[in-house]
């Protein structure tokens, strides 16, 4: 692999890095706009009686 080769995927890269890590936080956000408040305190209510007692399931 050449200099001019490597400087290229360099310059690619710095620019792929940020866009992906953007594009997981815009789907974060939008997944986090999806869960309701209500389910979310089911959920987290449900987790915990689930390890009060495990043999339920």
């Known amino acids: 692999m050449d200099l001019s080769q490597a400087q290229s995927q360099l310059a690619l890269m710095q620019w792929a890095v940020p866009a992906l890590t953007a ?14 408040p209500s389910q979310q305190v089911r959920g987290a209510l449900r987790h915990t009686l689930d390890a009060v007692n495990p043999q339920k399931r």
């Open 23 to 36: 594009g997981l936080v815009v789907l974060n956000a939008v997944h986090g706009e999806q869960q309701r």
